[in-house]
């Protein structure tokens, strides 16, 4: 043991890298000893492994430092000082930094002190006399502690983003039965397969499946398959062991064994590349799979949830799809419809973001127009939830005061008519033009007018039953 920390500390291993902080800065160590001897000592071993060194002589001098020292990463202190207790300085070292270690220094015969100083929070304790390399020791490895306890809160907080439930808006009979069936099949390992148009929903859907389940504080995983260059997906499902191709210098775990007890979020399953279907298949039939590179087989205990905007039944169909992995996602389908399909949701999702929104920017709650309800229920969609989500942004920022009224709600105008085909006779040309010229003016005027029939029949200067009769024929009915 005693062999080992001499070569550690002469080859340097482990006082230099300790010293830097990640990003190159010095670590800076705060030394209080009322025995200038002392300091100095510290200061001179401190300064040589490569550490910035502030000194103080008393509890006054080392609670200035501790207010005043822009860079503090860790304080050695010791406890008798002529002007109070080195406990003080712990206390005050928490209050600037619960996570700044501390080291006490304890002469002979005091040990209970130091003691107590361990149970208030300190790191550890050393009883003088000490040899300076053994508490550089002691100082490297509270920083590299207290570096990987501060990584692990920022690990936690990024994944607490994902450990809370999300909110699941929408009154519609659609939407109800998608959240019902996702309840019932969540507590079971059965495998989901989400489908549905971008930006239905369906990754909000995946997480619902997992935080429903008895994996919620289990990892939830999720996997772009479209975002991921095919011959990077591989490495990043499974994983690569050391030395699997140039550059691979460690191991590195892939999403499948970083979801081990939880959830993997197979997103955009329908772009996957069809060799890697063909592993996928294995893992959901044996939960087990090998790292690239790798003979040892692994096995995990993974929930699966894929989703695609795509018809995977016309990709198996087409051959770009695997069947048999179809049929094996398949087992629980949930298919979330497209916004214009379940109008009733608008609203409801419509005020819940401008909730968000002004909760994000910090701004006093507002309320929407009616005039600007309508017209965001009249609208078409495309992008569905999505959409209407980046629409209430933009109408948050835009809109002044508390109200948003239409103004600031932009819809992109309708999509132009087709241009009538010049094929035929002169009066079929004339008719189909017509008929496209129809449909735009009465999708116009059913929107600005928020789907009220009657007063679109006044504006188009038509009977509402000729209107009704046109809304029918052109297939309107969705704007009405
Ligand atoms: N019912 C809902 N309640 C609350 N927020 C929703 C609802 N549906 C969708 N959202 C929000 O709309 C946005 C789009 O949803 P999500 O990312 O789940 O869609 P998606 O189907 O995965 O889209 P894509 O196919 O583009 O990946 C997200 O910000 C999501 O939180
Ligand atoms: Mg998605």
Redesign the pocket.
């Known amino acids: 043991m005693k062999a080992a920390k001499a070569k550690a500390l002469s080859s340097g291993y482990f006082c230099l890298p300790m010293a830097h902080r990640q990003g190159g800065s010095l670590n800076t160590v705060l030394v209080v000893d009322d025995k200038k001897s002392m300091v100095d000592v510290l200061k001179r071993s401190f300064a040589g492994a490569g550490y910035a060194v502030l000194t103080a002589h008393s509890v006054k001098d080392a609670l200035d430092r501790l207010r005043s020292a822009a860079e503090l990463d860790m304080v050695v202190t010791d406890l008798k000082l002529p002007d109070g207790d080195g406990l003080q300085i712990l206390a005050a070292a928490k209050e600037r930094s619960p996570l700044m270690p501390v080291v006490v220094m304890t002469a002979h015969g005091t040990i209970e002190n130091a003691v107590r100083a361990v149970k208030q929070g300190a790191y550890d304790f050393i009883a003088k006399p000490f040899d300076p390399d053994h508490l550089l020791l002691l100082v490297a490895r509270a920083l590299s502690e207290s570096g990987s306890r501060r990584e692990n809160i920022v690990l936690k907080k990024e994944f607490s983003r994902y450990l809370r439930m999300?909110?699941?808006?929408?009154e519609s009979p659609h939407?109800q039965s998608v959240v019902e069936s996702a309840r019932k099949v969540a507590p079971l390992k059965t495998t989901v397969l989400i489908l549905?148009e971008?930006?239905?929903?369906?990754?909000?859907i995946a997480r619902a499946v997992h935080f429903f389940s008895p994996r919620a504080e289990q990892p939830f995983v999720a996997v772009n398959c479209a975002a991921i260059p095919k011959d990077l997906i591989e490495n990043e499902l499974f994983g690569h062991e050391k030395g699997a191709f140039t550059g691979a210098t460690e191991i590195k775990q892939g999403r499948f064994e970083l979801a081990d007890k939880g959830t993997i979020f197979l997103?955009e399953i329908g772009d996957m590349d069809l060799s890697l279907q063909a592993k996928l298949l294995r893992v959901l039939q044996e939960s087990e799979f090998e790292r690239v590179g790798g003979a040892r087989t692994l096995h995990v205990a993974v929930r699966i949830v894929a989703?695609s905007?795509k018809d995977l039944h016309k990709a198996v169909a087409e051959g770009s799809f695997r069947e048999d992995l179809f049929y094996r996602l398949n087992v629980f389908p949930l298919v979330i419809p497209p916004l214009r399909e379940r109008r009733a949701d608008i609203l409801p999702?419509a005020r819940?973001f401008v909730q968000v929104h002004c909760r994000e920017m910090n701004r006093p709650e507002m309320a929407i127009d009616d005039d600007a309800l309508r017209a965001l229920e009249a609208y078409a969609w495309k992008g569905n939830?999505?959409e209407l989500?980046n629409v209430l942004e933009r109408a948050v920022i835009t809109a002044e005061g508390v109200r948003i009224e239409r103004r600031h709600v932009a819809l992109s105008a309708p999509e132009a008519p087709p241009l009538p085909t010049a094929e035929g006779s002169l009066l079929a040309v004339g008719d189909a033009a017509s008929r496209a010229a129809e449909i735009a003016l009465i999708e116009q005027v059913l929107r600005e007018t928020g789907g009220n029939k009657s007063r679109a029949a006044e504006k188009l200067q038509v009977s509402y039953k000729t209107l009704l009769t046109k809304i029918k024929d052109y297939g309107l009915e969705n704007l009405a």
């Open positions: 999300p909110e699941l808006i929408g939407w549905g971008s930006g239905t929903g369906k990754e909000l997103d989703a905007n999702l819940h939830v999505r989500k």
